[in-house]
């Protein structure tokens, strides 16, 4: 079992940037997979980004991809989100979730262990 704890959400203009954190407790965090999720006001949580368990192959969704990237350091249990070139739609609660299948997770469903959340908030 793990517990995840994100951190590094917050206010930032259009055109910033931010890197989310999600902190993982115990002994075996390079075993799971990991990703990033986000539900905007109003709607369902929707896939963000999503990386192997060694850190060797990454996927990201169509709405982010080159200007958000998902990375891991196992050896301080962490998986980040950095976030670049920030618009208003990028407004939600970021989570990050783990699981121990060993493919690709893009399905909020597939993943067993998540974190409370972190308010990421655009302004224009």
């Known amino acids: 079992q793990v517990q995840l704890v994100e951190s590094g959400g917050g206010l930032v203009q259009a055109g910033g940037s931010l890197r989310l954190s999600c902190a993982a407790s115990?002994?075996?965090?390079?075993?799971?997979?990991m990703g990033w999720f986000r539900r905007p006001p109003g709607k369902e949580r929707e896939f963000v980004a999503f990386?192997?368990?060694?850190?060797?192959?990454?996927l990201h969704a169509a709405s982010v991809k080159g200007r958000f990237t998902i990375s891991r350091d196992n050896a301080k249990n962490t998986v980040y989100l950095q976030m670049n070139s920030l618009k208003p739609e990028d407004t939600a609660v970021y989570y990050c979730?783990?699981?121990?299948?060993?493919?690709?997770?893009?399905?909020?469903?597939?993943?067993?262990?998540w974190g409370q959340g972190t308010q990421v908030t655009v302004s224009s």
């Open positions: 115990g002994r075996t965090f390079s075993s799971y997979v």
């Open positions: 979730a783990a699981d121990q299948k060993t493919y690709v997770l893009t399905t909020s469903s597939m993943y067993a262990y």
């Open positions: 990386i192997s368990r060694s850190g060797g192959s990454t």
